[in-house]
């Protein structure tokens, strides 16, 4: 039977609060996510008195839900970062980029988080040749401006990584990790909460309004006063509680599907190379061996709007017995859902709107970046006239067609289901090309 609630859950504390919050504090986060943590855990410790609110169960959301997969980057290519920022901003990105994954796993490490940290690398798939040449010259660039662990592994190469014969060569990032995502939030809880942060779930913020050199924060029938605001709600931002950025930050479903258990061997046979697969497909899957080394972790993004797991379950079973057609048969234990948080511009984003700061926009490239961006939001919060980050420049932007809703997304999912077809299209010819070069042998 299939448990419709997150793998990483199961047999996980749930911490919870009680008590009433307290009327009065320096800061008040508003999400209790990776960002909004360790933002309170770094206000915390210059100091301040700290009030964390959640609308839900605190670790309700996408950082408890995600993959767990622990790399640097963002969407946007350093050929538009160059175009739109120039090519200053664009190197900057890169570094920063490699910087947030050293400061999570530090933090890690530092801290001594349990979370099943395990340094496998991730291998990013081709879907098509023309992605395997495209790789290789982002990687030839990147390089360039900062060197850092990775190569490329050829189509011939693969069969040492993967036992599957649906891609054409890779990218291999070295440094990049995986983790027990729920785990990975309950040591940030752990550490905000033993440095005097004050942690509450199932409280929502109805409005966030100036008040008296601060802010007034409504929750419950109860106003809370603070000199400051951090919102760190990404892909669960509330129209009602900032329509602002709700118009920028818009929520995109990501589906995620856990195997019954395989056995190690089997998993091993399966993913030789034991890395975390990313694959460069429009709506991608991406996959690895859970921390126990028996079962098999997918996620795809089904859709682009809001559908009930059971609606993705088939879609994703596909997707798996697609790239493993030996698990054909295999049952699925878990199957959930989650919003990650999509920027118009591909980056995640630092800024002040009204007194408010923010740190939200990660487009699926959280779980390294979000813990990252939520302490240099906290250092901009208490030295506002000093950058400490180049996502600071990379400002929140709005369409004409988005409002806070998601009535679009529909389309955009037909949309990219046009492209995916047109991708299988080529990845038909070049598979056909491949067979008779071979058959001529």
């Not at 440094?175 to 040591?187: E, F, I, N, R, T």
């Not at 950058?387 to 067609?401: A, D, G, H, K, M």
Request: with cysteine.
């Amino acid at each position: 039977m299939t448990q419709f609630t997150p793998y990483w859950w199961q047999d996980q504390p749930q911490y919870r609060n009680t008590e009433a919050p307290p009327t009065k504090a320096d800061y008040v986060v508003v999400g209790a996510g990776f960002t909004g943590l360790s933002a309170a855990l770094t206000l915390a410790e210059a100091g301040c008195q700290v009030i964390v609110l959640d609308s839900e169960a605190i670790g309700f959301g996408a950082s408890t839900r995600n993959g767990g997969m622990l790399g640097s980057g963002h969407k946007m290519s350093v050929a538009d970062a160059q175009k739109h920022y120039g090519p200053t901003i664009a190197a900057q990105l890169h570094c920063e980029a490699n910087a947030s994954l050293d400061f999570t796993k530090n933090l890690i490490v530092n801290q001594n988080i349990d979370c099943d940290l395990h340094a496998c690398g991730r291998l990013r798939t081709a879907w098509t040749p023309q992605d395997y040449t495209a790789m290789a010259a982002a990687n030839a660039g990147l390089q360039k401006i900062e060197t850092f662990a990775a190569r490329m592994v050829t189509p011939d190469e693969m069969a040492e990584h993967i036992d599957t014969e649906l891609y054409f060569g890779g990218l291999l990032y070295k440094d990049h990790a995986c983790v027990q995502p729920k785990k990975l939030h309950q040591g940030l809880l752990e550490l905000a909460l033993d440095a005097g942060v004050r942690v509450f779930g199932e409280q929502p913020v109805s409005r966030v309004k100036p008040h008296l050199n601060g802010f007034n924060i409504s929750t419950k029938g109860q106003n809370i006063h603070c000199q400051q605001v951090l919102m760190a709600t990404n892909g669960y931002t509330q129209p009602s509680v900032s329509m602002f950025l709700a118009k920028r930050v818009m929520p995109v479903p990501s589906f995620i599907i856990v195997t019954e258990e395989l056995g190690k061997n089997r998993v091993q046979a399966l993913l030789p190379g034991g890395h975390c697969m990313v694959e460069t497909r429009q709506r991608f899957c991406y996959y690895r061996a859970t921390p126990c080394g028996k079962r098999i972790m997918l996620g795809s993004r089904v859709a682009l709007h809001a559908i009930t797991p059971q609606q993705a379950l088939t879609t994703l079973t596909t997707k798996l017995t697609e790239i493993f057609p030996s698990l054909k048969d295999t049952k699925i234990s878990h199957c959930w859902t989650g919003f990650t948080g999509f920027s118009f511009s591909k980056l995640p984003n630092i800024g002040c709107h009204n007194g408010i700061y923010h740190a939200m926009g990660y487009c699926g490239n959280g779980v390294a970046m979000a813990p990252y961006l939520g302490h240099k939001a906290a250092l901009k919060m208490l030295h506002p006239e000093q950058q400490f980050s180049v996502f600071e420049q990379t400002p929140l932007q709005s369409r004409i067609y988005h409002h806070g809703s998601t009535w679009h997304m529909p389309a955009a999912s037909a949309w990219y289901r046009t492209r995916d077809w047109w991708d299988n299209r080529q990845r038909t010819k070049a598979l056909s090309a491949l067979h008779q070069k071979n058959d001529s042998l």
